[in-house]
């Protein structure tokens, strides 16, 4: 069996899972990691039993062993290393949103299509299972014309507190919903109204509630909430329900079939998109997507699942809903850049 030699740029607690979820998958091997952080770049490289560690993402893209990499860095770091990765001919997972600037994304849409390698963006929501089988529901025509969609993604409060100095639930979290609905409807978002709420004076705010008008005709209600009780015992709190002509889809991730209780109270350990299938080792939607891009590098066959293109417009969409909050009134989805 090939096994691609593999590197991840970024190795915050996203760009450990990723390593943790490729550990599950037979034709990879772990190459290289690079962080600027020299302590975490020891440390993961011992984890991960991985000897060539980097500080710089350029020497280590200089490496001509080196075929593919997932960018796990935050979200505004994205553009130069993914640019230098495809200049350095390898393949590119980039973790979503795609980038912090429409501009941006566009110029990674641009380079990901000229270069021979392949890319891809890792809107995992698209690999949960329940989120595919509402799909196959859909394209059957069980439900006519959708008219509605409603999505909740929200978290607890330790985990906003954590995250919202770097980047706000619209786009941190309503990028899932965002694509999956585009995913669904196959029409174009026209028009974004946003409201946002700063309850804890983060540099983000902890809400984010988004409408949506489609060129379908279409409504989509995106709620983000980062500040839910700690106490409340499930990450994340998660639907959708999506309302068609003939009939509807309900969706719920919310209270899976796995719950812990104990002394200091219950919580539920998450069944479904990155689950510790043994210590170390990381199973779900996460490895479901990471694996279906080495198999499509391994089998020479281009990512299909979702293209640079439909990565850009979730985030165009987003980054749209949040300007109408700064303003307080809808903006033009296409217009806006």
């Known amino acids: 069996m090939k096994k691609v030699k593999y590197g991840i740029i970024g190795l915050g607690w996203f760009g450990e899972f990723h390593g943790e979820a490729l550990a599950s998958l ?44 997932s960018i796990t ?29 429409v501009g941006d994304c566009h110029a990674i849409v641009e380079a990901a299509n000229s270069a021979d390698t392949y890319f891809m963006v890792g809107h995992i929501v698209r690999f949960n299972p329940r989120y595919a089988a509402v799909k196959r ?46 995913w669904y409807t196959g029409a174009k978002i026209e028009s974004a109204y946003a409201q946002t709420l700063n309850v804890h004076g983060h540099t983000y705010p902890d809400i984010g509630w988004t409408m949506y008008r489609f060129d379908s005709g279409a409504i989509g209600v995106c709620e983000n909430i980062w500040c839910m009780p700690d106490h409340k015992g499930y990450f994340p709190d998660e639907r959708m329900e999506i309302i068609g002509t003939e009939g509807g ?34 199973g779900g939607a996460l490895a479901e997507e990471l694996g279906y891009f080495l198999n499509c590098i391994v089998d020479g066959t281009p990512p299909a699942t979702i293209t640079p293109e439909e990565s850009l417009v979730a985030v165009q969409a987003c980054l749209a ?13 296409v217009d806006f850049s």
């Open 26 to 69: 037979p034709n990879m091997e772990l190459h290289s990691l690079c962080t600027r952080t020299e302590s975490r770049l020891q440390q993961l490289g011992e984890k991960f039993d991985v000897s060539n560690l980097y500080t710089d993402y350029n020497e280590m893209l200089a490496d001509p062993e080196l075929e593919a990499v």
């Open 73 to 101: 860095t935050m979200w505004d770091e994205h553009t130069e290393s993914t640019l230098a990765a495809l200049r350095a001919g390898k393949h590119v997972f980039l973790e979503k949103p795609m980038a912090s600037t």
């Open 137 to 182: 529901e859909i394209e059957s025509g069980k439900i006519g014309k959708i008219v509605s969609i409603y999505a909740r993604r929200n978290v607890p409060v330790s985990i906003g507190a954590a995250v919202l100095p770097k980047i706000g639930p619209i786009i941190g979290d309503g990028v899932h919903d965002t694509d999956i609905m585009l």
């Open 249 to 282: 889809v309900y969706l719920q991730e919310t209270y899976p079939s796995l719950q812990v209780v104990g002394v200091d109270g219950s919580y539920t350990p998450d069944p479904t998109y990155w689950p510790e299938i043994r210590p170390g080792v990381r």
């Open 321 to 333: 809903a949040e300007h109408s909050a700064d303003i307080g009134a809808p903006v033009q989805v």
